[in-house]
Every structure is written in C-alpha cells, then in structure tokens.
Nanobody, 117 residues
Framework: QVQLVESGGGLVQPGGSLRLSCVGS????????MGWYRQAPGKQRELVAG???????NYADSVKGRFTISRDNAKNMVNLQMNSLKPEDTAVYYC???????????WGQGTQVTVSS
C-alpha cells in the first residue's frame, strides 16, 4: 500500500519560514507528478505547488516568489520551502502523488501550518 508521510508543519510568526517534507513508500516516486495542496477551515482544498516528473514546476499565484517546491527521486521525497509566510497561509498542507492512471492518485495525512503572532 502506497504511503505518503508529511512532516515539518508547525506554528510560525508572520514573515517566518517553514520547510515541509513528504516521503513516499511503496511507490515508484520518479514516475509520479507531485504536488502540495492546502485546505483552510471552511475552504476548498487548493493546489499550492506542483512538480512534474521532468521537473517542471507550477505555483498558485498567491505563493509565487515565496514558496519553492523540489523533489529528490532517489530519496522518494518532495519538499516545499515556504518563506515570508502570511496568516492566510494557515492551513493543513497535503502531499499528493498523481500517476498516469486515474487510480494512481495518493494523498498524505496532512500537516498543520499555522502562521500567527
């Protein structure tokens, strides 16, 4: 059974930084497009950043210039470096792996990020 496990969330002051990591197991990591999503209370889950198998990156407009997604296929890991954090970045952040088939769509359990003074 595929597992994605996120870590690195926590409480940070506005303007601070956090680095989220997601490690996959029982998955051929390199053939999956990876993404970080977030869901704030009362809101829909939204894509924050994605990185394709070839390394192409995309970001939500709200995080461009502040967040950076990266992947290390050898370690089955995808990271999200978050700088200049704002209160509106507060949410549960989820790691996602999408393969070529519709059934190949996996989620982590989520990690809470709270930006508050």
């Amino acid at each position: 059974q595929v597992q994605l496990v996120e870590s690195g969330g926590g409480l940070v002051q506005p303007g601070g930084s956090l680095r989220l990591s997601c490690v996959g197991s029982r998955i051929t990591f390199r053939i999956y497009n990876m993404g970080w999503y977030r869901q704030a209370p009362g809101k829909q889950r939204e894509l924050v950043a994605g990185i394709a198998t070839g390394g192409l990156r995309n970001y939500a407009d709200s995080v461009k210039g502040r967040f950076t997604i990266s992947r290390d296929n050898a370690k089955n890991m995808v990271n999200l470096q978050m700088n200049s954090l704002k209160p509106e970045d507060t949410a549960v952040y989820y790691c996602n792996a999408k393969g070529a088939m519709a059934s190949a769509d996996y989620w982590g359990q989520g990690t809470q990020v709270t930006v508050s003074s």
